[in-house]
């Protein structure tokens, strides 16, 4: 089982719908989640984090968190096609406080077309 | 404010050779990380420097070193390049070592091994 699993996709939806992209994690001590977003032939791009359990929302994007069930997602409402890009989601399996190590998942596709 | 800046953005080298990458942090960040991506494998960690002492190292060979400076500027050098070590080599920068600081990637070192 991978440490951390994403959906590969590609996944498309339409201009305006809603993109929802999932991630499990494997180890239960992780502390702190993140999605970045990359374009093609670019850096990963810091989107949003998350700590706590429940939803946190940054503008079109909204991150959710269940450690229970060691899932975390992002929704981005109203999709643009500017939203096209891969989006990886990073868990930090050290305890909090403790040195960071970022696992990344392989990533999601995401195309939304006009 | 300026993000994370890497140096060289593109390098092209032979097996056998050694090769020595620069990231400069965003102002004010101490903390810097490595990480190698390739279409493979995806983004693996490798190390993490922190007021000049590597706190984590990835599952990578020896031949993978890298320090920090009292600037918080960082290098990493591979040495007995192999054709497997061609990949996008990005840095990351955040303002301490702990597990809940966000990190932000500079631009990335394309390496080319021929």
């Known amino acids: 089982q991978k440490e951390v699993e994403q959906n590969s996709g590609p996944l498309s939806v339409p201009e305006g719908a809603i993109a929802s992209l999932n991630c499990t994690y494997s180890d239960r001590v992780s502390q702190s989640f993140f999605w970045y977003r990359q374009y093609s032939g670019k850096s990963p791009e810091l989107i949003m984090s998350?700590?706590?359990?429940g939803d946190k929302e940054d503008g079109r994007f909204t991150a959710q968190l269940n450690k229970a069930s060691q899932y975390v997602s992002l929704l981005i409402r109203d999709s643009q096609p500017s939203d096209s890009a891969t989006y990886l989601c990073a868990v930090n399996r050290a305890p909090s406080g403790s040195a960071r190590q970022l696992t990344f998942g392989s990533g999601t596709q995401l195309t939304v077309l006009p | 404010k300026a993000g994370v800046t890497q140096t060289p953005r593109y390098l092209i080298k032979t097996r056998g050779q050694q090769v020595t990458l620069s990231c400069s942090p965003i102002s004010g960040h101490r903390s810097v990380s490595w990480y190698q991506q390739t279409p493979g494998q995806g983004l693996q960690f490798l190390f993490e420097?922190?007021?000049?002492?590597?706190?984590n190292k990835g599952n990578f060979p020896g031949r993978f070193s890298g320090r920090q400076f009292s600037n918080s500027r960082s290098e990493m050098n591979v040495s007995t390049l192999e054709l497997g070590d061609s990949a996008l080599y990005l840095c990351?920068?955040?303002?301490?070592?702990?597990?809940?600081?966000?990190?932000?990637f500079g631009p990335g070192t394309r390496l080319t091994v021929l």
């Open positions: 420097y922190f007021s000049e002492t590597q706190r």
């Open positions: 990351a920068s955040s303002r301490q070592s702990t597990s809940s600081n966000e990190q932000f």
């Open positions: 998350i700590y706590s359990n």
